[in-house]
Nanobody, 122 residues
């Protein structure tokens, strides 16, 4: 059974940083990603990382966020800098058997964690 568990969320002031983690229990996937959902909004992609290390970012996270995974069996991370109130929401990690040499939205992902809340106050 696939288990993906996010952690690292919390409350931070605008301009601050957070690092999210996603434990995968050692399972490996061709592509993993971070997504977020704000109240009343659809779930949106933040970033993907392919099994070959290729990373892709949504326009509103590029340059501020970094998705990383040291090796296939390690946790997935999302380092977020220069946070704004627009970054608030529930952050999910997800995985898929598809490759993601281009940014993939949530419809491509089959396995999901339960989410971790990020709140940025201005």
């Amino acid at each position: 059974q696939v288990q993906m568990v996010e952690s690292g969320g919390g409350s931070v002031q605008a301009g601050g940083s957070l690092r999210l983690s996603c434990a995968t229990g050692g399972d490996t996937y061709n592509c993993m990603g971070w997504f977020r959902q704000a109240p009343g909004k659809e779930r949106e992609v933040v970033a993907n990382i392919d099994t070959d290390g290729t990373t892709t970012y949504a326009n509103n996270s590029a340059g501020r966020f970094t998705i990383s995974k040291d090796n296939a069996h390690d946790p997935l991370y999302l380092t977020m800098n220069s946070l704004t109130s627009e970054d608030s929401g529930v952050y999910y990690c997800a995985a898929t058997s598809y490759r993601c040499l281009q940014l993939l939205d949530s419809s491509w992902f089959k396995y999901w964690g339960q989410g971790t809340q990020v709140t940025v106050s201005s």
